[in-house]
């Protein structure tokens, strides 16, 4: 069992399973094949990343440095979570960016999604944690690997 | 009370506690909640008051998207500087469909682009030829000039306006662009700052010959991912003067750093604007360092996976202009495909080709003879979004080849060098 403690940007008590990206998410291709197919799962199809390449994110906690791309980034982080198929939590080992940033706010405000998001969790959590692990998360920014 | 950190002027605190309305409240608070993520301590004027959006298509599935338009309709608020949008996915005149792929475009993909374009029409677009994700060149004057502060999305449009034009903005995403253009104020923090325009990587171009612009580009993009760079070496293929042919090569550049990374603004030394008027002191303490060589480039060529379901196969469509062609580039491909025919002793190109460039672009070339030298070699342009029509499951039908790294990055077309797709789309065999 390891603990880190990170900024909460949108937060929550979660526990559940883990799917991690070593390398930044590309927000739009990881989410359009199944936001345009109506899916009830979302199936990561970004080619370029093979960390989650065809794994179901919806319902776990999303580790990543960051996310990367086009622009659409919040706009399909909002769109998903609208669609109640979103990762439950984003948990980021660097500083949030802008686009992931965005998405969690329109989510929030406009969405009232529940969706969690803790950023500055360390290089160590993200070489800790691995896809599969179950991870408690806890209102104050502490997410445990268990 | 404010809950947030963000220190406001009396003008936006009214704002926000509702003075103008419940909508402009919020989005207002949508670009506070935003900026206190990122430690701004205040709201700063957008000073290039037209707007660049990052959303030109009504995918049916995007209902936040468009019941986020009816509030803000509803509540009576739009951009007042009016605002340039993203390519529309559509042309049916220009980009040829089957009867099945119109059919999913219209009724399953796209079905609700007529409804969504009224939105966009209601909150400030400023006329039915500004779908362009290339808004800043000439002929589409949506151009801010250096040091304006903007309120924009769409990945290409901002890594270009700060790097090539000097503007400042941070790389919004869809929806806060538009909140920016209609309170007329966006969070100061990132590539506003003179702190936040400071590169952390010194990149060394050593190739023998000037670089592919959208393979160099995508490798950039890769090892910085969000951070700047600050480019050595590239003045010695592209000159110290930001001519069109220049221009050009640094939009398809930084096109492929934004989307194969997350670059919102490059300095290229000796060329673009803020280099050359503050050279090394836009470079932050403990630079990390990235040798690109002509190996390195090959590396990165080689490491692009080709998603057609049949490798082997030669490709049967063809998208040149992602981003859209400037009016130069389209005048050059126009001269490169009309010589490579005539050299394969060809009339028409061997594979559909279809070049892609902004309204007002392709409204200025149709004046020329050139636009009948392309038409005449079976090629076609339009001004859709090439990664708009490959959004349809059916374009899987389809071996798509691009130039575009961006378009390899979000589509399961297939790369290839300028050089190369020339001669697949005009029939030169290999070696020659």
């Known amino acids: 069992m390891k603990q880190f403690k990170g900024r909460v940007l949108a937060g929550g008590n979660w526990k559940g399973e883990a799917v991690v990206s070593h390398q930044g998410v590309n927000t739009l291709a990881t989410f359009q094949k199944s936001a345009l197919k109506n899916a009830k799962q979302v199936y990561a199809s970004d080619q370029n990343n093979p960390d989650i390449y065809e794994k179901n994110i919806t319902g776990k906690a999303l580790c990543l440095p960051i996310t990367i791309g086009s622009t659409t980034g919040g706009l399909v982080i909002q769109t998903v979570c609208a669609m109640k198929i979103n990762p439950a939590a984003f948990l980021f080992s660097q500083h949030i960016d802008s686009l992931a940033a965005s998405g969690i706010v329109l989510a929030r405000i406009w969405e009232n999604s529940p969706v969690i998001a803790i950023d500055q969790l360390g290089d160590e959590f993200l070489n800790t944690v691995k896809t599969g692990d179950t991870l408690e998360i806890s209102e104050d920014g502490t997410v445990t690997v268990l | ?432």
């Open chain 2, 1 to 432: 009370m404010n809950k947030y950190k963000m220190q406001l002027t009396a003008e936006q605190q009214a704002i926000l506690d509702g003075k103008q309305g419940e909508v402009k409240a919020k989005v207002l608070e949508t670009l506070v909640m935003f900026g206190d993520i990122f430690g701004a301590e205040k709201l700063v004027p957008v000073t290039h008051k037209q707007g660049h959006l990052v959303t030109s298509f009504g995918i049916g599935l995007l209902k936040p998207l468009f019941s986020t338009m009816d509030k803000l309709i509803a509540g009576g608020v739009k951009a007042e500087g009016g605002f340039s949008v993203d390519p529309r996915p559509l042309d049916y005149a220009n980009g040829k469909c089957n009867f099945l792929e119109k059919l999913v475009f219209d009724k399953i993909l796209y079905s609700k682009q007529e409804m969504y374009e009224n939105q966009l029409r209601k909150v400030g677009l400023t006329g039915s030829s500004k779908f362009t994700c290339a808004c800043y060149l000439d002929e589409v004057g949506n151009q801010p000039k250096e040091g304006d502060v903007l309120s924009w999305a769409e990945s290409s449009a901002v890594v270009y306006a700060n790097s090539v034009l000097g503007a400042r903005c941070n790389r919004n995403s869809g929806m806060l662009d538009l909140f920016g253009s209609i309170v007329g104020y966006v969070p100061y923090f990132g590539l506003l700052t003179d702190e936040g325009r400071k590169a952390t990587w010194k990149v060394y171009v050593k190739t023998s010959k000037k670089p592919e612009a959208q393979v160099l580009g995508s490798a950039i993009g890769m090892k910085v991912m969000e951070d700047v760079p600050y480019v050595y070496g590239l003045d010695k293929f592209l000159g110290s003067e930001l001519t069109d042919d220049v221009k050009a090569y640094l939009k398809d550049f930084g096109a492929a750093t934004a989307s194969n990374g997350a670059v919102g603004l490059y300095h290229i030394d000796s060329l673009t604007p803020e280099a050359k008027r503050l050279g090394e002191k836009l470079l932050a303490e403990n630079c990390r360092e990235y040798v690109i060589d002509d190996a390195e480039l090959d590396r990165v060529y080689k490491s692009y996976p080709v998603m057609w379901k049949n490798k082997e196969k030669e490709g049967n469509l063809c998208f040149i202009g992602c981003p859209h062609l400037t009016y130069s580039q389209l005048c050059d491909w126009t001269d490169k495909i009309v010589a490579s025919l005539k050299a394969a002793n060809r009339k028409k190109v061997v594979v559909r080709t279809v070049l892609t460039s902004a309204p007002d672009v392709v409204a200025k070339f149709k004046q020329t003879k050139k636009y009948a030298e392309l038409i005449a070699t079976g090629a076609t342009l339009t001004s859709i979004c090439p990664l708009m029509y490959t959004n349809n499951p059916l374009t899987k039908m389809h071996r798509i080849m691009t130039n575009s790294n961006k378009l390899r990055t979000y589509s399961a077309a297939r790369y290839y060098k300028d050089e190369e797709i020339l001669k697949k789309i005009t029939g030169v065999k290999e070696g020659k």
